[in-house]
């Protein structure tokens, strides 16, 4: 079982995750290192450590890469989260479903109305 660890802190080169783009700058990261591995990658290890402070934005699209790689049946784990980063994530985890209402309520008015 091959597995990788992802720094994001060395990705983004700061101690803050702002915004969705950086969120898809690690995704693009971790593609390219599955992509060359030379064995299958089973485990992704996304890691926090050096970083403060993370938006909501950040950390809803995050998420999305979670389950982007999920869905390919690979584990996906954060470390090295400190409190407050690990609270963000968890308070959008349990509002992502009324996240995701709201994104179809609005595309729906906005493009299908």
Same mark, same amino acid.
Request: aromatic fraction near 10%; hydrophobic fraction near 35%; charge should be positive.
């Given at each position: 079982?091959?597995?990788?660890?992802?720094?994001?802190?060395?990705?983004?080169?700061?101690?803050?995750?702002?915004?969705?783009?950086?969120?898809?700058?690690?995704?693009?990261?971790?593609?390219?290192?599955? *992509?060359?591995? +030379?064995?299958?990658?089973?485990?992704? %290890?996304? /890691?926090?450590?050096?970083? =403060?402070?993370?938006? !909501?934005?950040?950390?809803?699209?995050?998420?999305?890469?979670?389950?982007?790689?999920?869905? *390919?049946?690979? +584990?996906?784990?954060?470390?090295?989260? %400190?409190? /407050?980063?690990?609270?963000? =994530?968890?308070?959008? !985890?349990?509002?992502?479903?009324?996240?995701?209402?709201?994104?179809?309520?609005?595309?729906? *008015?906005?493009?299908?109305?």
């Amino acid at each position: 079982m091959k597995d990788i660890s992802v720094s994001i802190f060395q990705i983004l080169e700061r101690k803050t995750g702002g915004f969705r783009e950086d969120a898809e700058r690690i995704k693009k990261y971790i593609k390219e290192n599955i *992509q060359s591995a +030379k064995e299958n990658v089973e485990v992704i %290890n996304i /890691d926090f450590k050096g970083i =403060t402070l993370v938006t !909501h934005s950040f950390a809803d699209e995050i998420s999305v890469v979670k389950e982007y790689f999920e869905k *390919q049946n690979k +584990k996906v784990e954060f470390i090295n989260m %400190n409190e /407050d980063v690990r609270k963000m =994530t968890e308070i959008i !985890h349990r509002g992502r479903p009324y996240i995701l209402k709201n994104r179809e309520r609005s595309y729906k *008015q906005a493009y299908l109305s």
